[in-house]
């Protein structure tokens, strides 16, 4: 069996995805097939024996679309050309066609036809200003709803394209033909304005979701663009740089400070201390001694060493995290697109009745029977036109994201929106999430703050420009330390006033034989808190503590969760003492602690198995395979762009009430979605019989076309209105 994945251009709808699934799964020697329309990609498994890209193509393209296979596929960056180029393409079409229907519509409607040059009013010079709008712009519609009709499916295309057509095609035959519409007692009136602004209105909503999906490859970009580009391998006593790819399993290889580590292995000589936040998330670097693990991509900070290459190319934890990243986003999500799924038996049902319409009137109904059948079809046809359906979902997604970004929550697109109201649990990353991802002096025992603030003042690491900031707050005198020592993975010594000063942790005090107070230690450990003890001449003179602090919303944004029913959960590579503790702070009982940053996705997919809908909410890059396995992906705007690209709402507001905010905001959307839907559906289902004549045997009720149209148009204002409603929505 062999797995590929390659894009598909084309695809607009749900009901597209589903037909290239089917087509797909129809050819003999595949096992599944997936589609993913927010990539615009199809991962297949098959049998390599007997299906070639040949096939697969074949099968892609006989239901309208096209497969870019692994030898026609582009660059990422011809492929952003490529979709740039379409979405200009697609904003031309949308000016054009909003731009010539307002004309028509000014020329037309019976309140603004009265203010209106008279060339516009002209039926001639309306269909001359249509025709390019039904045929240039609208011709993607004809695109998508030939092949589905081909194999007996139906999408909004198919709705869009028979709804236009029809109008367009009736308004057509009143401006050339007026007199035999006049024989039958209706006024001549065309209804050019309905084909072009269903038009224009449908394809402004496509070009805003076009729009969202540009930049979807970004995040895989970005974390390619972290790999160091070459390595420092030491052989036979000489030190050769090479490429990365030329790094191979046991290879010695040297990194200096200020370097990137080229791949993962084990320390074999020196120490040093390494920033792992872009990898980890977390915010203080770790200290490295021999036999220690480094993690390629991460940043050396103070030390030389050399170590052994374990895991090169694919098998680097960069490399799996590009690849959980890509698995993710390309899986499929479990959203059906409600107005799809109706419209795929609503087309063929409508067209049966305007058929059945036509035979029942051309049968038993007045002289002239055929026209007669003629417009009561057109009736059915223009009341059953899809503009409120299309209008349903695009109208509520705009005005709610809208609203999410005026309160400081991007939405990256509608599906994320959409899922959001599910959502029964939240999984919070602690460094840079719950906390401020900055470490602080939090608590000072004696009378140290100056000395260790003179001492750290020619260190680099990120606990030494804490207390540095913290001696700089207070307006200490700072000393000069004399013979100054980083010593990795202890702490720091140096000579000041004459004194031997050692700062540093409990192994280090150890070295020196320095006699700690273990109650005090463990009761700042407790909290979570790092501690530093500074020594004198052999003699404890005090302890700094050093932690993480807790952001100002963190408790008030847990709390709000579990008032909505919502599980909260924290993850963290913290032990399970501190994690605890920052855990009590801000009211989370659940904690999965000790988790390795390839392991956070695993534990999404853990608490998924439990039945649960998961929002998880990181800033990290090691949180990106995580926000593309949830459900929801929720980054925090401070956080890295890698994790913004993953997941799908963003927090630039960094307020974590915003996370509850935002799952209100999807439930408010949701409500309005469905409502919308039913407002749509509901002018149908009432006055499509009305449309077929049900009334005239009884009233001599005929639904002229005209007031179909209105009818129409006035399902799509309640559509609008409703949605705009969502503006005043407090989240």
């Not at 309208?64 to 050309?81: N, T, V």
């Not at 991460?298 to 698995?327: P, W």
């Not at 695009?394 to 109201?421: C, F, Q, R, W």
């Not at 855990?583 to 997919?605: M, N, S």
Request: hydrophobic share 45%; charged share 25%.
């Amino acid at each position: 069996m062999e797995k590929k994945t390659f894009l598909i251009r084309g695809m607009h709808c749900a009901s597209c995805v589903r037909v290239t699934e089917r087509a797909l799964k129809k050819v003999p020697g595949v096992l599944d097939a997936v589609v993913n329309l927010a990539t615009e990609k199809a991962t297949v498994s098959f049998d390599q024996q007997k299906v070639s890209d040949q096939k697969l193509a074949s099968a892609v393209s006989s239901v309208g679309y096209k497969a870019m296979m692994e030898e026609e596929s582009q660059s990422e960056d011809q492929q952003k050309i490529e979709k740039e180029k379409e979405l200009q393409q697609l904003r031309n079409k949308v000016i054009v066609s909003l731009g010539l229907g307002g004309l028509i519509l000014w020329g037309s409607f019976p309140l603004l036809m009265n203010i209106a040059p008279e060339i516009l009013k002209n039926f001639f010079v309306q269909l001359l200003l249509a025709t390019p709008v039904q045929f240039w712009a609208g011709f993607l519609f004809y695109q998508a709803t030939i092949p589905a009709l081909r194999h007996r499916t139906a999408n909004m295309d198919t709705l869009v394209a028979i709804g236009t057509t029809v109008a367009y095609t009736y308004s057509a035959f009143v401006t050339v033909f007026p007199t035999i519409i006049t024989r039958t007692g209706i006024k001549p009136e065309p209804y050019f304005d309905v084909a072009t602004i269903i038009i224009g209105l449908i394809l402004l909503g496509r070009y805003f979701e076009a729009k969202a999906k540009i930049g979807t490859s970004e995040a895989i970009k970005k974390l390619i663009g972290l790999q160091a580009r070459t390595a420092r391998i030491v052989k036979g006593g000489r030190e050769i740089d090479v490429p990365i790819d030329q790094v191979r399993l046991g290879d010695v290889v040297r990194v200096r400070p200020g370097e990137k580590i080229p791949v993962d292995g084990v320390i074999m000589e020196g120490e040093s201390s390494i920033d792992e936040s872009m990898v980890t998330g977390e915010s203080i670097p770790v200290d490295k001694v021999k036999n220690d693990t480094v993690i390629g991509a991460t940043m050396n900070k103070t030390g030389t060493f050399t170590f052994k290459a374990t895991k090169v190319g694919k098998d680097t934890m960069l490399s799996q995290i590009i690849k959980l990243v890509e698995e993710a986003q390309g899986s499929k999500a479990p959203i059906q697109r409600l107005a799809d799924l109706i419209s795929s038996y609503f087309v063929p049902v409508v067209i049966m009745l305007a058929i059945a319409t036509f035979v029942v009137w051309y049968v038993v109904g007045p002289t002239p029977a055929f026209l007669f059948a003629m417009l009561n079809m057109v009736a059915v046809l223009i009341i059953a036109c899809p503009c409120a359906m299309g209008l349903a979902t695009p109208t509520a997604i705009m005005v709610g994201t809208g609203k999410g970004a005026t309160n400081g929550i991007l939405i990256k697109d509608a599906e994320s929106l959409e899922t959001a109201h599910k959502i029964n649990t939240v999984i919070f990353d602690k460094t840079g999430t719950l906390t401020k991802g900055k470490p602080e002096v939090t608590d000072i025992v004696g009378d140290v703050l100056q000395m260790a603030a003179s001492l750290e003042k020619g260190s680099e690491h990120s606990l030494a420009d804490a207390i540095v900031k913290k001696g700089e707050e207070e307006k200490v005198n700072f000393m000069k330390a004399a013979n100054f020592k980083a010593i990795p993975g202890h702490g720091v010594e140096g000579i000041i006033d004459g004194k031997k000063v050692i700062l540093g942790n409990r192994r280090l005090m150890e070295k020196e034989r320095i006699k700690i107070d273990e109650k005090e230690v463990e009761r700042l450990e407790n909290e979570g808190k790092t501690v530093m003890m500074l020594g004198v001449d052999g003699n404890l003179a005090g302890l700094i503590a050093v932690a993480d602090t807790i952001k100002e919303t963190a408790k008030e944004g847990v709390l709000v969760l579990y008032r909505m029913g919502i599980e909260v959960v924290m993850i963290t590579g913290d032990n399970q003492r501190t994690a605890k503790a920052i855990a009590d702070q801000v009211g989370i009982k659940r904690v999965l602690a000790e988790v390795l940053p390839d392991q956070k996705e695993a534990e999404v997919k853990k608490i998924q198995k439990e039945g649960k809908k998961v929002a998880m909410v990181g800033d990290g890059i090691n949180d990106a395979p995580a926000l593309a396995a949830s459900d929801v992906g929720i980054a925090m705007g401070t956080g890295t762009d890698v994790a913004i690209e993953a997941g799908d709402i963003t927090l630039v507001n960094k307020d974590l009430r915003s996370v509850a905010a935002a799952i209100t905001l999807s439930k408010k959307t949701m409500w309005t979605i469905k409502l919308n839907l039913f407002w749509a559906f509901g002018y149908n289902i009432t006055l499509i019989p009305v449309a077929m004549g049900v009334l005239y045997p009884f009233f001599s009720i005929l639904l002229n076309p005209i007031f179909a149209s209105f009818a129409m148009a006035l399902s799509s204002i309640s559509v609008v209105l409703n949605s705009l409603m969502l503006k005043r929505v407090k989240i």
